[in-house]
């Protein structure tokens, strides 16, 4: 089985990955193809933010939903702030309530979606088969650092009673070890936290600078947490590189161009 494919409706493109599928997850990967927000035209961006018309989003995402055949399935995002914060939604009236700052949801309930955004940093889906609950991680360098997938895998075992062997992580489009270039700051910070520092950093440069690779460190960081690797999913794609597919912060901000958000989402019936 293929860890992600390809799907595509309308020109709206989704990534899915099918061992989530067969374990009973309706969930996606977005892509930047088949909306309306003029990021340059036609763009599926997702988020809400300055450079484009709410009305775009609105119709952008349920262009999105449509194509996952959920379009009354509520979506709950969270007001991310690279974070190791976790929020639960505990129920149907909670999935409605206001947005919280946070950069990880986790739910037990069905036909709800847990959604979040993200234009070079990473997104992780988590599916316990056993169980039902599922959750939604936005993992960029600081949330990394902090330790956010980890957190959010105990907070998991927690209050749904997940057992480690039953987990399932999908890895979603990220910028990638080949592009994602850090400051020496960051490298010393990770270097504190994580004594396998050397297998994170490539590319090192004389004036500190490397490239960080955000997959592998959230992969190890699972797998010390007790995730099995075989259950670990990686789509091994990079928003820095694909720019026909993705929106990515580093190279559209570069070029001085609004930033559209793509976005993972997870649920069950």
């Known amino acids: 089985m293929q860890d992600f494919v390809f799907r595509e409706r309308d020109s709206?493109?989704?990534?899915i990955c099918p061992s989530l599928e067969a374990a009973g997850f309706r969930h996606a990967f977005s892509t930047r193809r088949g909306g309306v927000s003029p990021l340059p035209a036609d763009a599926l961006s997702l988020?809400?933010?300055r450079q484009d018309e709410r009305a775009n989003v609105v119709e952008n995402r349920r262009r999105f939903l449509a194509t996952l055949d959920l379009p009354n399935w509520p979506l709950v995002t969270a007001r991310q702030i690279h974070s190791a914060e976790i929020r639960d939604v505990r129920d149907a009236a909670d999935a409605l309530a206001e947005a919280t700052e946070c950069d990880a949801l986790t739910?037990?309930?069905p036909r709800t979606l847990l959604g979040v955004q993200t234009a070079d940093c990473l997104p992780v889906l988590l599916a316990d088969e056993r169980t039902?609950?599922?959750?939604a991680v936005h993992a960029g360098w600081r949330g990394t650092l902090a330790g956010i997938?980890?957190?959010?895998i105990e907070r998991m075992q927690l209050a749904y009673d997940s057992r480690l062997d039953d987990?399932?992580?999908a890895f979603g489009p990220t910028a990638a070890a080949c592009c994602f270039e850090v400051g020496?700051?960051?490298?010393?910070a990770f270097g504190e936290r994580y004594s396998y520092i050397d297998e994170l950093i490539s590319a090192r440069q004389p004036n500190g600078k490397a490239n960080l690779d955000l997959n592998l460190a959230n992969e190890r960081q699972a797998i010390d947490a007790g995730v099995r690797s075989e259950n670990i999913y990686h789509s091994g794609l990079c928003t820095i590189c694909r720019p026909e597919l993705f929106f990515s912060y580093r190279?559209?901000?570069g070029a001085e161009r609004p930033v559209g958000r793509l976005m993972g989402v997870i649920g069950r019936e």
């Open 47 to 49: 988020g809400n933010f």
């Open 149 to 152: 997938l980890a957190r959010t």
């Open 167 to 169: 987990l399932r992580l």
């Open 132 to 135: 039902g609950a599922f959750a």
């Open 184 to 188: 020496p700051e960051v490298i010393a």
């Open 12 to 15: 709206v493109t989704l990534i």
């Open 107 to 109: 739910a037990n309930i």
């Open 251 to 253: 190279r559209e901000r």
